[in-house]
């Protein structure tokens, strides 16, 4: 009887805790799969930036005699920079996922007589090969400094350091990707081009 | 007794599944990676880098002019002076290889519209223009670009960068440019450069041996940017800067900044410093240098495209 008892007691409760751990677990997995954009049960599916791209920049600048101060001529120059530079990240790595977007926009950026270049490297600026196996590129940090030349019109050229880390994701798992770059500018009234790099991506050898 | 085991199993796997449950529900950030727990490899390491691609030669007019230099007490516009400094820098851009040659500035040649002269007076006569004229009839070249400075300029341009590493081929005691230096291999102040560019009353080749030091501080010039440069890839700006400053010249901008950047990559070594053959003479009692037929050969070769 008091098997019986225990035993006519215990199924009710063992179905609810069943049903309890199978709705925690499905909660589990729902939870999981909405905070990483599902990237984890749906690998195909591309991934909400865990954090909207933002590049950290500090810039200083070079100014002829007699115009505006380095500092005013700094603040002036950053936040055309900072676009180009978001513009650069964006094309490289958080738009580049699943490699449907192409490299035009990305070599769009470079100053003509070293695009022809670029094309050749793109592996070293960007996702480049491993672009159509990613479905998400989730931005890490970002930071930049520049030195600005700046002119009587304007800013006129720079050099910036770029670094970017961030984790891209796949159907076979995520990883971090990451880039640093010495890129040299030439402004182009409204925006920047690159004139020449110098680059790296992936894990430090 | 049958039904004992098995419920403490199932106990035992709700309460296994309770856990997991909690801790995948409650846990903020699941990586994707979960599933192996480690962090695949997504990007392979790469390196690259690039310069500007631009045309094939390039010659560039670099003059040093004796006006607009108030702290040489040298009054006049910089533009209208003589042009006491003269290289002809001619660049393989695709080979990249070059050829600094130096025009010793009493070089008696023809001037167009005004006969035969020294070739320091053609910039007097009609500016940078007929000075670019008159180099390239006599050399059969066309020349891209000129860019011209001042004994300020130079001096200026020398203490900006911090100084040009040049290797001084002989001991100088010339109190005439007030060049004082040893033997070797060593770094220039900007007075120092303008004093080894201008010393030649006590030189054992006159005008040739000063031609040639000038091709060696453009060199030395050349090496001491890329070594800065290698360092800190900011100085690229530092230099325009400087040059912006100090310099004038018909190079547009987009097109100083690719040269500086292509000028990263030519290593001086495949650069040859050339002075152009000639011999001392005179004309009309007025001493002058004569241009050596070897000249016109130098002018045929580099016009073929052999810098040498």
Known sequence: MIVAARSNTRPPLLCSAVLAAAVLLAAGCTSGGRSEGGQATTPTTAAAPAQPLRVRLVTTAQVPPGGLSAARAAKRAAPGLERFLDRYLSAAYVNAAGGEAGWDGLLGLFDKPVRASARKQLDALSLGQAAPTVTAVRPGQATAKAVVLYGDGGPEAATVRVSFDGTADTAKGSGPVRLRSVLQLLATGDSWRIAAFDSRTGPPK | ?308
């Open chain 2, 1 to 308: 007794m049958i039904r004992r085991p098995l419920t403490w199993i199932a106990a035992l796997g709700l309460v296994a599944a309770l856990t997991v449950g909690l801790v995948v529900a409650v846990s903020p950030h699941r990586p994707a990676t979960a599933q192996s727990g480690q962090a695949i490899t997504v990007q392979r390491a790469h390196a690259g880098s690039a310069t500007p691609t631009v045309k094939k030669r390039i010659v560039l007019l670099t003059i040093g002019s004796d006006s607009g230099a108030p702290k040489f007490g040298r009054g006049g516009s910089v533009e209208t002076g003589r042009a006491d400094a003269l290289q002809l820098v001619v660049l393989d851009t695709v080979r990249q290889r070059g050829a600094v040659v130096s025009f010793p500035r009493d070089s008696y040649v023809p001037i167009p519209g005004h006969g035969t002269s020294k070739l320091n007076a053609a910039m007097a006569f009609g500016g940078p223009p007929l000075l670019v004229q008159t180099f390239e009839r006599l050399t059969g070249l066309t020349i891209d670009y000129y860019a011209l400075t001042s004994f300020d300029g130079l001096t200026d341009i020398v203490n900006k960068v911090g100084g040009v590493q040049v290797n001084v081929d002989m001991n100088l005691r010339d109190h005439f440019a007030g060049a004082f230096l040893d033997k070797g291999r060593q770094t220039l102040d900007g007075s120092q450069a303008l004093a080894y560019a201008r010393a030649r009353k006590t030189l054992p080749g006159g005008d040739f041996d000063r031609s040639r030091h000038q091709g060696q501080i453009l060199l030395g010039g050349l090496g001491t940017f890329q070594r800065q440069v290698a360092r800190d890839p900011t100085r690229v700006m530092t230099w325009l800067a400087v040059m912006r400053d100090e310099v004038k010249t018909d190079l547009p901008f987009p097109e100083l900044l690719r040269l500086a950047l292509l000028a990263t990559r030519v290593p001086p070594s495949r650069i040859q410093n050339i002075p152009v053959p000639s011999v001392a003479g005179s004309a009309g009692g007025a001493s002058v240098v004569r241009l050596l037929p070897g000249a016109y050969s130098l002018f045929a070769r580099l016009r073929a495209g052999q810098l040498s």
